[in-house]
């Protein structure tokens, strides 16, 4: 199985850029494909991005389109969301997970099989 840890969180102000980070240990990333998902206090976990095992099909909520871009380094073992142009809205606690479904990008969290801990992102106004 596959351990994920997040970084690259903290406080900024809206319009502001992040770059997130998940590193993946245990087993290559490459095997699987790759999300992120977030939570904001007293709401469920949303799908934010996701990418398949090469990276050639993503997916994209409404929400982050053309500002947020999901990547991934599989020589690094490592997949990136670089959040542009922050709203406060997209505070919340930031989840990469991976799915065994490898060839696609799915967008619900039940297709997902392994989670990290989470990284804190806050957007002030």
């Known amino acids: 199985q596959v351990q994920l840890v997040e970084s690259g969180g903290g406080l900024v102000q809206a319009g502001a850029s992040l770059r997130l980070s998940c590193t993946a240990s245990?087993?290559?990333?490459?095997?699987?494909?790759v999300g992120w998902f977030r939570q904001a206090p007293g709401k469920e976990r949303e799908f934010v991005a996701s990418?398949?095992?090469?990276?050639?099909?993503?997916n994209y909520a409404d929400s982050v389109k053309g500002r947020f871009t999901i990547s991934r380094d599989n020589a690094e073992n490592t997949v990136y969301l670089q959040m542009n142009s922050l709203k406060p809205e997209d505070t919340a606690v930031y989840y990469c997970?991976?799915?065994?479904?490898?060839?696609?990008?799915?967008?619900?969290?039940?297709?997902?099989?392994?989670w990290g801990p989470g990284t804190q992102v806050t957007v002030s106004s």
């Open positions: 997970a991976a799915s065994r479904a490898f060839y696609t990008a799915p967008t619900t969290p039940s297709r997902y099989d392994y």
């Open positions: 990418a398949s095992w090469s990276g050639s099909a993503t």
């Open positions: 245990g087993r290559t990333v490459s095997s699987y494909a």
